[in-house]
Antibody, heavy 120, light 108 residues
Framework: EVQLVESGGGVVQPGGSLRLSCAGSGFTFDGWALHWVRQLPGKGLEWVSFIAWDGSKTDYADSVKGRFTISRDNSKDSLHLQMDNLRPEDTAFYYC?????????????WGQGIQVTVSS | ESVLTQSPGTLSLSPGERATLSCRASQSVRYSYLAWYQQKPGQPPRLLIYGASSRATGIPDRFTGSGSGIDFTLTITRLEPEDFAVYYCQQYDTSPITFGRGTRLEIK
């Protein structure tokens, strides 16, 4: 079974940092680009970041550019999101997601998600 | 950035009825690069439709996607109790990927 499992969420003060991780299993991890998508409280979905299968290319939403860094360790089948200088508006449920196919960015595999709360 | 506007915000229907959900893009979505997702409380979104009209694996044929350009529709014929949820559209034609704000389908 293809599975993504997030970890590392929690409560942090504004200006603080958190590092999210996502463990993949049931598929060839290093063959796939991966993304982070977040869901704001009571609101819709927002794409956050993308990383190519080999880490050679990354992209970010304007709202997180310069504060978040996506990375991956294919030797450990893991994806990471380093979140620095966090703001209250970053409070959301964060999902690790896998595209349906190569070179497309819609998602057929979602992790269960992890809560990040930025509050003093 | 392509803004997706979903309507209505909430749709109240009864089981057995037909649901029609709309997604309008602020700019043309090339190649019909539009997907639909269903989300139930406490669960991640589930892919229903991609390429505007292709059903994902395991999705019942009562779910139909249509449209092109800027106007897209998700139709659910003969609503089942498990279909009451929130539905999102997403465009993957241009960066950044964007989602609509969702339509809540509730039991009347």
């Amino acid at each position: 079974e293809v599975q993504l499992v997030e970890s590392g969420g929690g409560v942090v003060q504004p200006g603080g940092s958190l590092r999210l991780s996502c463990a993949g299993s049931g598929f060839t991890f290093d063959g796939w680009a991966l993304h982070w998508v977040r869901q704001l409280p009571g609101k819709g979905l927002e794409w956050v970041s993308f990383i190519a299968w080999d880490g050679s290319k990354t992209d970010y939403a304007d709202s997180v550019k310069g504060r978040f860094t996506i990375s991956r360790d294919n030797s450990k089948d893991s994806l990471h999101l380093q979140m620095d200088n966090l703001r209250p508006e970053d409070t959301a449920f964060y999902y690790c997601v896998k595209p349906y196919a190569a070179f497309v960015s819609f998602f057929d595999v979602w992790g269960q998600g992890i809560q990040v709360t930025v509050s003093s | 950035e392509s803004v997706l506007t979903q309507s209505p915000g909430t749709l109240s229907l009864s089981p057995g009825e037909r649901a029609t959900l709309s997604c309008r893009a602020s700019q043309s979505v090339r190649y019909s690069y539009l997907a639909w997702y269903q989300q139930k409380p406490g669960q991640p979104p589930r892919l229903l439709i991609y390429g505007a009209s292709s059903r994902a694996t395991g999705i019942p044929d009562r779910f139909t996607g249509s449209g092109s350009g800027i106007d897209f529709t998700l139709t659910i014929t003969r609503l089942e109790p498990e279909d009451f949820a929130v539905y999102y559209c997403q465009q993957y034609d241009t960066s950044p990927i964007t989602f609509g704000r969702g339509t809540r389908l509730e039991i009347k």
